[in-house]
């Protein structure tokens, strides 16, 4: 099994950044995929970023490409999401998830078997 810890998360102004991180242990493969998601209340998991472990091919939603990007560390088993330009709208609890990479696109809840518990994003205007 894969363990997934997250960390990062805080009060940021509009217009700042934050690194998010999501360390990861247990049994890790190269066919992985990690992918970020974020929730508020009431609403559905909503898809943020992916990346293969074993390569550095990326992919991003439309409401967070061009502020946002995803990378590796292997020696600490850890991904990072940096988010730029942060916006009141990014407000969420973020998730980041491990499953087997698949073909196309992974951006569903489904399309992944491991999860950690969240860290707390909060952007003021």
């Known amino acids: 099994q894969v363990q997934l810890v997250e960390s990062g998360g805080g009060v940021v102004q509009a217009g700042g950044s934050l690194r998010l991180s999501c360390a990861a242990s247990?049994?890790?493969?190269?066919?992985?995929?990690v992918g970020w998601f974020r929730q508020t209340p009431g609403k559905e998991r909503e898809f943020v970023a992916a990346?293969?472990?074993?390569?550095?091919?990326?992919y991003y939603a439309n409401s967070v490409k061009g502020r946002c990007s995803i990378s590796r560390d292997n020696a600490k088993n850890t991904v990072y999401l940096q988010m730029n330009s942060l916006k009141p709208e990014d407000t969420a609890l973020y998730y980041c998830?491990?499953?087997?990479?698949?073909?196309?696109?992974?951006?569903?809840?489904?399309?992944?078997?491991?999860w950690g518990q969240g860290t707390q994003v909060t952007v003021s205007s």
């Open positions: 990346v293969t472990w074993g390569s550095s091919d990326a």
């Open positions: 998830a491990v499953g087997w990479t698949k073909i196309g696109l992974m951006m569903s809840t489904d399309d992944y078997r491991y």
């Open positions: 247990g049994r890790t493969f190269n066919f992985y995929t």
